[in-house]
């Protein structure tokens, strides 16, 4: 199973269960009319509609299984945010602000030259000798 398809499972479940009567209606309604045109004493359309039903069964059931698993993520999910709340949100938002530098910093840092670089150790005024070389 692909990625893909693990993500999207969940979306076609749900609209499964919501066209599948629609097409057991139209599938059985057609056949019901093939039946009645070509009535030779059997009505064969009953195992139709059997069939037609248990797959609209199955996609309520996969609907159903989707939608208690959504719930449940929610419920879990609701109870984690009352538990640890806007004071652990807050200290996450704090610890991103610690960790990510200021612009003006990272120019600072980049723009100095390192120690042991050919720019560090040439005296002022000079260009470096990797500068001098056209490189």
Known sequence: MSLFSFVTRPVKD??????????????????????AMTYSGTWWVKWVALGMGIATVVAIGRAAKTLLLLGLVAWVGMKIYRRYGQAARDGFDAWVARTQPDAAGVLAVLRAPQAGSPAANAPLGEDPPLRRAGL
Do not use: E, Q
């Open 14 to 35: 749900l609209t499964d269960a919501i066209v599948m009567p629609f097409k057991a209606v139209f599938v059985v309604g057609l056949c019901w009319v093939i039946n």
